[in-house]
């Protein structure tokens, strides 16, 4: 078992709809994670952290998290074509060390 | 100009041959890290350092070493290159000790021919 698994994708979602992407991780002892957004050929970067359950907003983003049930997710909202990239979850670091989930890509159709 | 910057961006390279990508940053950061992607497979760490004298091998290190000469700047280095170390190398910086993100550079994409 990975230590982060992501929903497969791609995930495809009409222009102002909601995106929900899903992230489960194993490792109980994480308190930090983390989701990045990666434009193909780019690099990743960082558009939310969460660290304590319940919900966590900026802007068209809400991440939410629920550490009993090992599970971290990323609400986008009124999504826009410019959203169509791939998202990482990340968790981290433990001992230095950050554990990144493989990504679902998401398209946002105009 | 980006806070942690890699070259070359882009290289190809023939089987066999001795490459070396670079990393510099000026975040100040004591954290370094080299993450190799490739499609579908997310980033997968090669090696990391603490600071100058602490280098660790992540879960992909064979076929490559690094070098950290300064706290700036961290290298890293494909012995003898293969085919199947074609990907997209990322180097990635974080501040030490607390549960912060990365911050990463611009990317290699490396072609082993």
């Known amino acids: 078992q990975k230590e982060v698994e992501q929903n497969s994708g791609p995930l495809s979602v009409p222009e102002g709809a909601i995106a929900s992407l899903n992230c489960t991780y194993s490792?109980?002892?994480?308190?930090?994670f983390f989701w990045y957004r990666q434009y193909s050929g780019k690099s990743p970067e960082l558009i939310m952290s969460i660290y304590s359950n319940g919900d966590k907003e900026d802007g068209r983003f809400t991440a939410q998290l629920n550490k009993a049930s090992q599970y971290v997710s990323l609400l986008i909202r009124d999504s826009q074509p410019s959203d169509s990239a791939t998202y990482l979850c990340?968790?981290?670091?433990?001992?230095?060390?950050?554990?990144f989930g493989d990504g679902t890509t998401l398209t946002v159709k105009p | 100009d980006a806070d942690v910057t890699q070259t070359p961006r882009n290289r190809i390279t023939k089987t066999g041959k001795r490459i070396m990508l670079e990393c510099s940053q000026t975040?100040?950061?004591?954290?370094m890290y080299w993450y190799r992607q490739d499609p579908g497979l997310g980033l997968r760490l090669i090696y990391y350092?603490?600071?100058?004298?602490?280098?660790n091998k992540g879960e992909i290190s064979d076929g490559y070493s690094v070098s950290r000469q300064a706290q700036a700047k961290f290298s890293l280095s494909l012995e003898s290159a293969i085919p199947n170390q074609t990907a997209l190398y990322f180097c990635?910086?974080?501040?030490?000790?607390?549960?912060?993100?990365?911050?990463f550079g611009q990317g290699t994409r490396l072609t082993v021919v």
């Open positions: 990340a968790l981290g670091p433990n001992a230095g060390k950050s554990t």
């Open positions: 975040k100040g950061h004591d954290r």
């Open positions: 350092s603490f600071d100058v004298k602490d280098i």
């Open positions: 490792d109980r002892v994480s308190q930090s």
């Open positions: 990635a910086t974080s501040p030490r000790g607390g549960d912060t993100e990365a911050f």
